[in-house]
């Protein structure tokens, strides 16, 4: 299955994108490190497993894809709250989070 096809795939790598971007002036770096990396993450670790060749192994990376997910979500939920991320994106980028975690558990399933 090539990864590039994958809708969480392009979904999860513009969020990337535009946390990056969003975020690039920031001068906290430990936060902007941080949540650029968990964001980074979700989808290198859904190419990274989607190349495996087991099932088993493709579903670790998926895992740990949706781990990253948890954690960009908790990164942003804090951004907001100490007033480094503007509500709206903010809350579109929860949004987006919840449906990629949502898309990683239905590639899981249907790999199982």
């Known amino acids: 299955m090539n990864f590039e096809k994958l809708q969480v795939w392009k979904r999860s790598a513009r ?5 990056y971007k969003a975020l690039k002036d920031l001068k906290d770096f430990g936060f902007r490190d941080q949540i650029t990396r968990s ?5 290198s670790n859904i190419a990274e497993g989607m190349t495996r060749q087991t099932v088993k192994d493709k579903t670790h990376f998926l895992v ?3 781990g990253s997910c948890a954690e960009l979500r908790t990164q942003i939920y804090i951004g907001m709250e100490i007033g480094y991320i503007a509500s ?3 809350k579109a980028w929860l949004e987006e989070t919840r449906e990629i975690s949502k898309m990683i558990n239905g590639l899981i399933t249907s790999l199982n």
């Open 15 to 19: 969020l990337s994108a535009e946390l």
């Open 39 to 43: 964001g980074l993450s979700i989808p």
């Open 64 to 66: 740990i894809a949706r």
């Open 88 to 90: 709206e994106p903010g």
